[in-house]
């Protein structure tokens, strides 16, 4: 399970950086914390569904 949430953070950074947006800008679009993007990305963290769902919407993933 650890993989795929490895996965997960490498991919929401990967599609925040061609998105050309900053954590601070995708945390004003999507209205998830700076703090939890960052944890997230860092595989600190383990995002919940609508978390994933709110940051999807900015970064134009269906």
Same mark, same amino acid.
């Given at each position: *399970? @650890? %993989?795929? *949430?490895?996965? =997960? $953070?490498?991919?929401l950074k990967k599609f925040r950086i061609a998105a050309d947006l900053s954590m601070?800008?995708? %945390?004003?679009?999507? $209205? =998830?914390? !700076?703090?939890? &993007?960052?944890? &997230?990305?860092?595989? @600190? !963290?383990?995002?919940? &569904?609508?978390?994933? @769902? +709110? +940051?999807? =919407? ?5």
């Open positions: *399970m @650890a %993989s795929v *949430m490895t996965s =997960v $953070g490498k991919k601070e800008e995708l %945390s004003s679009l999507s $209205g =998830v914390g !700076q703090s939890t &993007i960052s944890s &997230i990305e860092r595989d @600190a !963290q383990s995002p919940r &569904i609508e978390t994933l @769902a +709110l +940051l999807c =919407v900015p970064l134009k993933k269906n």
